[in-house]
């Protein structure tokens, strides 16, 4: 009898044993218990697809959580050495800035960002790093307007273009950097001077993003708008016959060519002040300059590249080349305070 319950005891421990063996290999723990937390701003789908490759290469998952810029960085802010955020992503140079201002972010040393990134397109102390370009353009008319007649966003002030420029409030970010980079180059008073005759120009009264300024062009509202680059993009490639029909009313134009080029900012990102796993964020956005998944980080949102080594889609390349305002990204942030001042005192609304 006391034979049967030892052999019997013996098999439940074994198979007990058994039970706890996956548990306890270093693997399976490494894919449970790896992962980072990502604040983001990014409101684009086509993100997912990039991390998923990220989570597949080394184990480690990424924990998203989505909110404006701003939201984020209160967020990070009241919840201070007990964030979980390991990351903050941003649609704008600008909130990057701020959130290092507050002491949100951290430095990192890494020799592959040093080589990925160009200097102008990163925080100068290497708090943030710009992960894919976006340009302000000039969608204009196809019909109406002769590209001829267009140059710089200064000469979207002059009387010809009376009633006819289409751009979005200046609550929006991509406008206060637009402004902030015109500060940079001309002085505030000049600046002011700009916003100004611009809002005398506007077509109607700002409401709607980026794509609504393009949809208002095909329906005849305005013949000029003011746009990044991958909104174009997305309205050419929607699923919605409307908004293609939108895209392909429009051309676009690259502005300021002839001098400091056309303004560019970037979404990027930061190592959180507090983040709990440090090295498996830095390695994270190691992966996100990589060439191959630069190119699909940005192509799938129609935006350019920051690694030079990688190219942009071919609806990118199809736009041709051109020059950017490499004004040090960091000064946009710097300025963003005054740019906001300024458009009220102009009255855009
Ligand atoms: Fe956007």
Not at 12 to 25: F, G, I, M, V
Not at 37 to 56: A, I, N
Not at 121 to 139: Q, V
Not at 154 to 176: C, D, H, M
Request: with cysteine.
């Amino acid at each position: 009898m006391n034979k049967f319950i030892a052999i019997f005891l013996l098999a439940l421990l074994t198979l007990s044993c058994q039970e706890n063996q996956p548990a306890a290999s270093g693997d399976q723990i490494e894919k449970k218990d790896a992962f980072i937390t990502l604040y983001t701003h990014r409101h684009y789908d086509t993100d997912k697809v990039v991390f998923k490759t990220f989570e597949e290469e080394t184990g480690v998952e990424v924990r998203v959580v989505k909110a404006s810029a701003d939201e984020l960085i209160q967020k990070m802010e009241s919840e201070g050495e007990q964030s979980p955020a390991d990351l903050l992503i941003s649609v704008d140079a600008g909130r990057l800035v701020r959130a290092k201002a507050k002491g949100l972010l951290q430095p990192v040393t890494s020799s592959v960002l040093e080589k990925n990134i160009p200097g102008y397109l990163k925080d100068s102390e290497n708090n943030w790093f710009g992960i894919t370009k976006r340009a302000r353009i000039i969608a204009y008319d196809k019909n109406k307007v002769n590209p001829a007649d267009l140059s710089t966003y200064e000469a979207l002030t002059a009387p010809e273009w009376n009633k006819k420029v289409l751009i979005r409030s200046s609550g929006n970010i991509y406008n206060q950097s637009l402004l902030a980079s015109i500060i940079a180059h001309h002085g505030e008073a000049k600046a002011g001077e700009w916003a100004a005759a611009m809002v005398k120009n506007m077509a109607r009264s700002p409401r709607g993003n980026d794509r609504d300024q393009v949809k208002a062009i095909l329906a005849g509202e305005g013949e000029v708008a003011v746009i990044n680059t991958y909104y174009l993009g997305k309205l050419l490639n929607s699923k919605d016959p409307e908004e293609v029909k939108a895209g392909e009313a429009v051309q676009i134009f690259f502005p300021n060519q002839d001098g400091r080029g056309t303004h560019i900012n970037v979404s990027g990102i930061g190592v959180a002040a507090h983040a709990p796993n440090k090295a498996d964020a830095v390695r994270f956005i190691e992966y996100l300059s990589r060439k191959d998944v630069q190119e699909t980080f940005a192509g799938t949102n129609y935006e350019y590249p920051v690694n030079p080594a990688a190219s942009p889609s071919e609806l990118l390349i199809s736009w041709g080349e051109f020059k950017e305002d490499e004004l040090p990204l960091p000064k946009l942030g710097e300025l963003n305070k005054k740019a906001v001042i300024t458009f009220d005192e102009a009255g855009w609304k």
